[in-house]
C-alpha cells in the first residue's frame, strides 16, 4: 500500500511553486469633443487578451494517488472583450 510506504514523510510539502499568472491586458480609448460642453468616450477593453490557460498548483498530498498532478485551473477565466461608450457632459 502507498501509504504504509512513506510513512516518515511529511503529510504535505510546503514551498511547492506553481506557475505565476500570465495575463496580458490591453484597452483602448478615443475621446471625441461633440460640442463645447459635450464629450464621448469610446471604450475597447480586453482582458487576458492571449488567452492563455492559468493552471493551479500541484497536488502536494504525498499519500494521494495524484500527487504531483495539475488537475485545476486557477478562476482567471478566458479572454473578456469589453466595448463601451460614455457620454461626458
Do not use: C, W, Y
Not at 500500500?1 to 491586458?25: E, K, Y
Not at 471604450?43 to 488567452?51: K, M, P, Q, S, Y
Not at 504531483?68 to 457632459?89: D, P
Amino acid at each position: 500500500m502507498l501509504v504504509n510506504n512513506i510513512q516518515t514523510l511529511s503529510t504535505r510539502f510546503t514551498g511547492v511553486r506553481a506557475d505565476g499568472i500570465n495575463n496580458f491586458d490591453l484597452a483602448l480609448f478615443k475621446n471625441v469633443k461633440i460640442k463645447e460642453r459635450f464629450n464621448a468616450q469610446f471604450r475597447f477593453e480586453n482582458f487576458n487578451a492571449l488567452n492563455h490557460v492559468q493552471f493551479g498548483g500541484p497536488n502536494v498530498a504525498p499519500i494521494n494517488a495524484a500527487f504531483g498532478s495539475i488537475t485545476g485551473e486557477k478562476g482567471h477565466g478566458q479572454r473578456q472583450i469589453t466595448l463601451g461608450f460614455k457620454l461626458l457632459f
